[in-house]
T-cell receptor
Framework: EAGVTQFPSHSVIEKGQTVTLRCDPI?????LYWYRRVMGKEIKFLLH????????ESGMPNNRFLAERTGGTYSTLKVQPAELEDSGVYFC??????????FGPGTRLTVL | GQQLNQSPQSMFIQEGEDVSMNCTSS?????WLWYKQDPGEGPVLLIA?????ELTSNGRLTAQFGITRKDSFLNISASIPSDVGIYFC???????????FGSGTKLNVKP
């Protein structure tokens, strides 16, 4: 069974540009999470989808970030316009129910 | 938001040595998880703890849910080179699936 996949693995953009990250959860997992890790710091929760609904988006930094999960399958996280402080590794995770979350390999975003 | 204090930040040890790392929180958690991240990969769950005082092993790894419910420990016995990576603790306040993570312990093992 395929794990959580993320695309792209790396993205380098200039400040002010737009970037869209994609996450494909494990098939059948209703719960999908986005996290971000800025270098050397903790993995920080951004938001949680249950199917296509946002269950908790309390970790989203500001309105430059938009997450969607139309149809309740894959999810996208768009950053527009990107700022320098948005650089980091963005992880997606999915779970069937309960606490056990399976993480994707992450997208390393660098904003210059 | 919640802050988890994870220590140490990094460790350099010799193969065969035992390792201990821990996480503390100012809040009471009902679940503690320990993950390992290899380079270029996402974190992989090692051990899940659901009850205060619980002690759980996974091979050479042992983790404990502190009795105060504000801390957790991970021990690795007889370390080997493939133990190299970043270890993260994560805790949950309630039964919603929002986890707070520590900043990671980077483990280096010298053969």
């Amino acid at each position: 069974e395929a794990g959580v996949t993320q695309f792209p693995s790396h993205s380098v953009i200039e400040k002010g540009q737009t970037v869209t990250l994609r996450c494909d959860p494990i098939s059948g997992h209703d719960n999908l999470y986005w996290y971000r890790r800025v270098m050397g710091k903790e993995i920080k929760f951004l938001l949680h989808f249950v199917k296509e609904s946002k269950q908790d988006e309390s970790g989203m930094p500001n309105n430059r970030f938009l997450a969607e999960r139309t149809g309740g399958t894959y999810s996208t996280l768009k950053v527009q316009p990107a700022e320098l402080e948005d650089s980091g590794v963005y992880f997606c995770a999915s779970s069937l129910s309960g606490a056990v979350q399976f993480f994707g390999p992450g997208t390393r975003l660098t904003v210059l | 938001g919640q802050q988890l204090n994870q220590s140490p930040q990094s460790m350099f040890i010799q193969e065969g040595e035992d390792v201990s790392m821990n996480c503390t929180s100012s809040s009471i958690f009902n679940t503690w998880l320990w993950y390992k991240q290899d380079p270029g990969e996402g974190p992989v769950l090692l051990i899940a703890l659901y009850k205060a005082g619980e002690l759980t092993s996974n091979g050479r790894l042992t983790a404990q849910f502190g009795i105060t419910r504000k801390d957790s420990f991970l021990n690795i016995s007889a370390s080997i080179p493939s133990d190299v990576g970043i270890y993260f603790c994560a805790g949950r306040l309630n039964n919603f699936n929002k986890f707070y993570f520590g900043s990671g312990t980077k483990l280096n093992v010298k053969p």
